[in-house]
């Protein structure tokens, strides 16, 4: 089974930037793509990037688009989403997936294994 555990949300004001991390437990993470949901309070869970199993191929939600960068450490099984320029409406809890494939996915339904969330607060 494996494990996904994010860390590094928290609070920062509008315009600020924010580092989330998520360690995944597995012996086989070169197999797996990535990627970063999202779910605002009473709001549907939305894609906000992917990265694939190499890390030569990411892909962004719109609306973070030259904000975020998601990354991969290969050698520590650690996925990386560097957010910057934070928005009020970037508040949500940001939940880290795997996919057992080489090739990335927007879609949620793609992902065999979550994580618990993280929570992001950006204050205006």
Avoid: H
């Amino acid at each position: 089974q494996v494990q996904l555990v994010e860390s590094g949300g928290g609070l920062v004001q509008a315009g600020g930037s924010l580092r989330l991390s998520c360690a995944v437990s597995t012996n086989s993470f070169t197999t797996y793509a990535l990627g970063w949901f999202r779910q605002a309070q009473g709001k549907e869970r939305e894609f906000v990037a992917a990265i694939n199993a190499p890390g030569s191929s990411t892909y962004y939600a719109d609306s973070v688009k030259g904000r975020f960068t998601i990354s991969r450490d290969n050698a520590k099984n650690l996925v990386f989403l560097q957010m910057t320029s934070l928005k009020p409406e970037d508040t949500a809890v940001y939940y880290c997936a795997a996919r057992r494939d080489l090739f990335l996915s927007i879609w949620s339904y793609e992902y065999d294994f979550w994580g618990q969330g993280t929570q992001v607060t950006v204050s205006s």
